[in-house]
């Protein structure tokens, strides 16, 4: 974990309540997909956590949902204005354990970080396919950047305006090794019902102090209790109990 500021290059709206927000700053924080970073808000006592969805030498791109009054403040900040983050948070995906046929599922935001563990599972050589879920057309976002990847990507709306109609696990391809999941703990939930290989799942959860101090994200694992900002954001499918 690093504490650094970290400076506007960008913000762009890729939905009505969906934004991406690319920054400038120290990335040598970041060493795994599915990593967060914590972001301090003007005149909000909390951070707020936001995953990473990609970095390079120079810089990260985040994508995160307005849902409050602090992401709201996020999305109508300036161009070149300073944030004041903690990098490199918590345990993300690991590359190694993940197979050359990686199935990729996420739902809603969940799909953000699941576009830089594509991008490393690439260089590592893997041929990833993804599966994108979605309430409607309108809410899908970052469809082209996983196609122009060159992986397998299946969309998915509950109410079936855009790809299939359903839910991610009504679009599975017939072969993978490993499953990495991330989005709303309902459908990871039914993830974890519905498919036997084995896997690992990004948990979303609220959060204090987002380094494993304040103890607020805890949850129960067959391991014992274990704090989602910490020893998380991502599980083994083993160790949880659903």
Do not use: H
């Amino acid at each position: 974990m690093k504490q650094g500021l970290y400076t506007i290059r960008r913000i762009k709206a890729l939905t009505e309540e969906i934004f991406e927000l690319r920054l400038s700053g120290d990335t040598t924080p970041v060493t795994a997909p599915g990593q967060f970073v914590n972001i301090r808000v003007d005149g909000c006592f909390l951070r707020r956590p936001i995953s990473v969805c990609d970095w390079n030498g120079d810089g990260l791109t985040l994508v995160f949902k307005t849902v409050g009054e602090g992401t709201k403040k996020l999305a109508a900040m300036p161009q070149g204005a300073a944030l004041d983050l903690l990098c490199g948070l918590g345990n993300g995906f690991d590359i190694s354990r993940c197979g050359q046929k990686t199935l990729l599922l996420g739902g809603g935001l969940g799909a953000a970080p699941l576009y830089g563990l594509a991008r490393a599972l690439l260089r590592a050589g893997a041929k990833p396919a993804a599966v994108l879920g979605f309430n409607r057309k309108e809410d899908v976002f970052y469809e082209r950047e996983f196609r122009a990847l060159g992986i397998e990507t299946r969309i998915v709306t509950v109410d079936g305006s855009a790809g299939k109609k359903g839910f991610v696990t009504d679009a599975l391809p017939d072969a993978y090794d490993v499953f990495c999941a991330c989005g709303p703990a309902a459908m990871l939930q039914a993830v974890y019902a519905a498919l036997e290989a084995p896997g690992f799942f990004s948990l979303e959860e609220r959060m204090g102090c987002g380094f494993g101090a304040c103890m607020g994200c805890s949850c129960q694992t067959k391991r014992g209790s274990k704090r989602v900002c910490r020893e998380g954001p991502v599980f083994e499918k083993e160790e949880l109990l659903w």
